[in-house]
């Protein structure tokens, strides 16, 4: 097993951020408000890393398109409304920095949109350590791997040197569509025996155990 790699690719939200209480109370919000039928927190924490079209799909089989749209818009209403400041997990950004400073390039793929990618970006300063990112409005959602294949395809890497490290099995399915390998974390929102079902090369138990691991 090679660990030669030029091309780091991050999921943001339970891999380098940590927002799953929020995102589920968002979407919440977004239930209470349409008089939708509650869900166990669990469910709606299963669907994070999805675009959020994929994941209202998910969670309301049954929804019609009209209903979708108007869940989207209550759920970014509200998220976008929160004050409450973005928080990185413990160590993140002392870590990507030295990331960047040893030449890794590095880049996001999220089922965020961009606006709220954008946002976390520019709340955390984190803009300058990412080369590219891809967002679920732009692309097809998770586990698709168009995310990858443009980020690699953009900055030239194959698929071979390529590395994605997110917290959930969309991502080790995207990796594998891709072709690339994948790198688990076990903090986020999928469990560890679940995401080892996945056969990532390695699951991490903290984002600082990367550089080491990489060594």
């Known amino acids: 097993m090679s660990l030669n790699y030029s091309l780091l690719v991050f ?5 380098l951020m940590d927002s799953e209480s929020h995102i589920v109370a968002c979407l919440q ?20 890393g999805l675009g959020l079209h ?8 049954e929804a019609e398109a009209s ?24 160590g993140t950004k002392t870590l990507l920095e030295e990331l960047h400073s040893r030449g890794y390039l590095m880049a996001v793929a999220t089922g965020k949109s961009r606006r709220g990618l954008d946002r976390s970006l520019t709340e955390t300063e984190c803009q300058h350590l990412f080369h590219i990112s891809r967002c679920a409005d732009e692309c097809f959602s998770k586990p698709h791997p168009q995310m990858l294949l443009e980020i690699m395809a953009e900055l030239d890497v194959n698929p071979e040197k390529t ?14 569509s891709a072709g690339t390998a994948a790198l688990a974390v ?16 390695h699951c991490l138990s903290d984002i600082r155990e990367l550089l080491e691991w990489l060594n």
């Open 54 to 61: 994929e994941a209202i799909a998910q969670l309301y089989p």
């Open 163 to 176: 590395l994605m490290i997110g917290d959930t099995e969309y991502d080790m399915l995207m990796a594998a």
């Open 186 to 201: 076990d903090y986020g929102v999928h469990d560890r025996q679940r995401l080892l079902s996945m056969n990532p090369l």
């Open 29 to 48: 919000s977004a239930i209470d408000a349409m008089g939708l039928e509650p869900l166990p927190s669990r469910s709606l924490s299963n669907v994070i």
């Open 11 to 15: 999921d943001w939200d339970g891999t």
């Open 67 to 90: 209903t979708i749209a108007n869940f989207i818009n209550h759920y970014r209403n509200h998220f976008l409304s929160e004050q409450q400041p973005t928080r990185l997990f413990p």
